[in-house]
């Protein structure tokens, strides 16, 4: 195979990896209280099953990062593709809450491998603004995913097919990107130094990287927050929750095709910056508006947190080169280390809040969307911290030796 197709296999194969992750993360949404009826689960314990797919995630990637130039990103894709289909066997043949943890966790090890392995490897393969398009439209994948996932959940659910039926679905794309990366000759690294992992290492203390770590915390729960509390959160604020992943979802995945253009325009830190003070008026319309409107109030929102993840992992591959493969798996564990870490507590806020309202002498859905709404308000001090935090980034990189390969135009 000539080098274009072997190119081109290597990045289809990457995004149906990611379409993989899309549909597990919306088609778990979207079962999520068919769970809760049939294993008689709490929101604080399906909090905890939720989070199982965020502290897989981690685990995986800051292995693969630690492990991506010995053990090469083919082989990083093998141990996705097992950790997926365990995940889909353990979860469609779950007898409760213990076995849900488990089968939770083995997805979130597939996810992480697959960001451990593809985000270096496209990175290998581009460079400067095609390098920050590529990684975009990598990660529309994501999204992607989620509309799919979220539309077949739907039917499916209509159609009174079970979750079960649901997640046998994952393995589509499974066993697709499987056979797109079978033989393929992958990249080598491209930056000199970055195979050392004292280099890695020495570039990950700098005051940048440390700095950009934190964002991530902050900008990973924004997006994921709401987003996988969906049918538990609105569902009674009288708009079709899963409408609605799937509406910011596809918003997310058409903007995230169109990234080269908005990023060179904008600039990582202004497109960073401008995300989130529409993801905080975003979120803080969910909390107060109910019918339509709550699907304007997502789409404001999603076209906040649209470009944080992949642009986050650019700045780290464009900004702290030396950190490679290491450095853009470590700020993506830590993404989703806050995010697991967060899913019992928004589940906590929840359960909170039905009680304080049940007291009060609320009911039905009257009871879920006050709720709903109260979890929403706190949630907004996330995206209101990233606008300091992005404000500061934007001056101190302005005149960055490192801006130049994705300055504005």
Same mark, same amino acid.
């Given at each position: 195979m000539?080098?274009?197709?072997?190119?081109?296999?290597?990045f289809y194969?990457?995004?149906f990896a990611l379409?993989t992750?899309?549909?597990?993360?919306?088609i778990?949404?979207?079962i999520?209280?068919?769970l809760g009826?049939?294993f008689?689960?709490?929101?604080?314990?399906l909090?905890?099953i939720?989070?199982?797919?965020?502290y897989g995630f981690?685990?995986s990637?800051?292995?693969?990062g630690?492990?991506y130039?010995?053990v090469g990103?083919?082989?990083i894709m093998?141990?996705?593709?097992v950790?997926?289909t365990?995940?889909?066997?353990?979860?469609?043949y779950a007898?409760?809450?213990?076995?849900l943890?488990i089968?939770?966790?083995f997805?979130?090890?597939?996810t992480?491998?697959?960001?451990?392995?593809?985000?270096?490897?496209?990175?290998?393969m581009?460079?400067?603004?095609?390098?920050?398009?590529?990684l975009?439209?990598?990660?529309?994948?994501?999204p992607?995913g989620i509309?799919?996932?979220?539309?077949?959940?739907?039917?499916?659910?209509r159609?009174?097919?079970g979750?079960?039926?649901?997640?046998?679905?994952?393995?589509?794309?499974?066993?697709t990107?499987?056979?797109?990366?079978?033989?393929?000759?992958?990249?080598k690294p491209k930056?000199?130094?970055?195979?050392?992992?004292l280099?890695?290492?020495?570039?990950?203390?700098?005051?940048?990287?440390?700095?950009?770590i934190i964002?991530?915390?902050?900008t990973?729960?924004?997006?994921?927050?709401?987003?996988q509390?969906v049918e538990?959160?609105?569902?009674s604020?009288g708009?079709?929750?899963m409408?609605?992943?799937a509406?910011?979802?596809?918003?997310v995945?058409?903007?995230?095709?169109?990234a080269?253009?908005?990023?060179?325009?904008?600039?990582?830190?202004?497109?960073?910056?401008?995300g989130?003070?529409f993801?905080?008026?975003?979120i803080?319309?969910?909390?107060?508006?109910?019918?339509p409107?709550a699907?304007?109030?997502?789409?404001?929102?999603a076209?906040?947190?649209c470009?944080?993840?992949?642009?986050?992992?650019?700045?780290?591959?464009q900004?702290?080169?030396l950190?490679?493969?290491?450095?853009?798996?470590? !700020?993506?564990?830590?993404?989703?280390?806050?995010s697991?870490i967060?899913?019992p507590?928004?589940?906590?806020? !929840?359960?909170?809040?039905?009680?304080e309202?049940?007291?009060q002498?609320?009911?039905?859905?009257?009871?879920?969307?006050?709720?709903?709404?109260?979890?929403l308000?706190?949630?907004?001090?996330?995206p209101?911290?990233l606008?300091?935090?992005?404000?500061?980034?934007f001056?101190w990189?302005?005149n960055?030796?490192?801006?130049?390969?994705?300055k504005?135009?």
């Amino acid at each position: 195979m000539n080098q274009s197709l072997n190119k081109k296999a290597l990045f289809y194969g990457s995004c149906f990896a990611l379409i993989t992750t899309g549909l597990s993360f919306s088609i778990r949404a979207g079962i999520l209280t068919q769970l809760g009826d049939e294993f008689a689960l709490s929101a604080e314990q399906l909090g905890h099953i939720n989070s199982m797919w965020f502290y897989g995630f981690p685990i995986s990637m800051i292995i693969g990062g630690l492990v991506y130039h010995s053990v090469g990103a083919k082989n990083i894709m093998r141990v996705a593709f097992v950790a997926h289909t365990l995940g889909v066997l353990l979860t469609v043949y779950a007898d409760g809450y213990v076995s849900l943890l488990i089968s939770m966790l083995f997805i979130g090890l597939g996810t992480g491998c697959t960001e451990a392995a593809c985000n270096p490897m496209i990175a290998d393969m581009y460079s400067g603004v095609k390098m920050n398009k590529m990684l975009n439209r990598f990660h529309m994948w994501f999204p992607g995913g989620i509309v799919l996932g979220a539309i077949i959940s739907f039917i499916m659910t209509r159609l009174n097919l079970g979750w079960e039926a649901q997640m046998w679905v994952i393995m589509i794309p499974a066993i697709t990107y499987a056979a797109l990366f079978f033989g393929k000759a992958f990249p080598k690294p491209k930056v000199e130094g970055a195979t050392s992992l004292l280099s890695n290492f020495k570039a990950m203390l700098s005051p940048l990287y440390i700095f950009l770590i934190i964002c991530m915390a902050l900008t990973a729960i924004t997006e994921f927050g709401p987003g996988q509390w969906v049918e538990v959160i609105l569902g009674s604020s009288g708009a079709n929750p899963m409408v609605i992943l799937a509406l910011t979802a596809g918003l997310v995945t058409v903007g995230r095709f169109f990234a080269g253009p908005v990023v060179g325009k904008l600039g990582q830190t202004g497109v960073l910056l401008g995300g989130a003070i529409f993801a905080a008026v975003g979120i803080y319309l969910l909390s107060i508006v109910t019918g339509p409107m709550a699907y304007v109030a997502a789409v404001i929102w999603a076209l906040g947190y649209c470009y944080f993840w992949p642009v986050m992992v650019g700045a780290v591959a464009q900004r702290v080169p030396l950190s490679s493969a290491l450095g853009m798996s470590i !700020i993506g564990a830590v993404g989703m280390f806050s995010s697991g870490i967060f899913q019992p507590i928004i589940g906590s806020w !929840i359960d909170g809040s039905m009680a304080e309202y049940r007291s009060q002498g609320l009911t039905g859905n009257e009871l879920e969307l006050a709720a709903g709404q109260e979890t929403l308000e706190k949630m907004i001090s996330f995206p209101a911290i990233l606008i300091v935090l992005f404000a500061i980034l934007f001056f101190w990189q302005k005149n960055s030796k490192n801006t130049e390969a994705v300055k504005p135009a």
